[in-house]
């Protein structure tokens, strides 16, 4: 079992970046596939990249490919969302998620661990 953390959030310019963490406490986080998922307000929570336990497997949602990079540190136990060329489109909470199988999710259902999220603000 894996209790997400989320820290990073914060308040920045169009253009500008950001970089998540997710730490996740337990000794068996090498054994989760990771999620990043948003939601803004009034929107359905959105999947925005996942990679699988080892780390060599990783996918984005379109919205994000070529801005966005998830990695992870297995002997850090966390995740990271690296966020570049940030639009005011992107302003939502920003979830991480656990699920303990080999592979990412894109469905918010399949992830059994959620962070409490951290709010991610883009202005114009």
């Known amino acids: 079992q894996v209790q997400p953390v989320e820290t990073g959030g914060g308040l920045v310019q169009a253009g500008g970046s950001l970089k998540l963490s997710c730490a996740a406490s337990?000794?068996?986080?090498?054994?989760?596939?990771m999620g990043w998922f948003r939601q803004a307000p009034g929107k359905e929570r959105e999947f925005v990249a996942g990679?699988?336990?080892?780390?060599?497997?990783?996918y984005y949602a379109d919205s994000v490919k070529g801005r966005f990079t998830i990695s992870r540190d297995n002997a850090k136990n966390t995740v990271y969302l690296q966020m570049n060329s940030l639009k005011p489109e992107d302003t939502a909470v920003y979830y991480c998620?656990?699920?303990?199988?080999?592979?990412?999710?894109?469905?918010?259902?399949?992830?059994?661990?959620w962070g409490q999220g951290t709010q991610v603000t883009v202005s114009s």
């Open positions: 998620a656990a699920r303990g199988v080999l592979y990412y999710s894109t469905e918010s259902h399949d992830y059994a661990y």
């Open positions: 337990g000794r068996t986080f090498s054994s989760y596939a």
């Open positions: 990679i699988s336990r080892s780390g060599a497997s990783i």
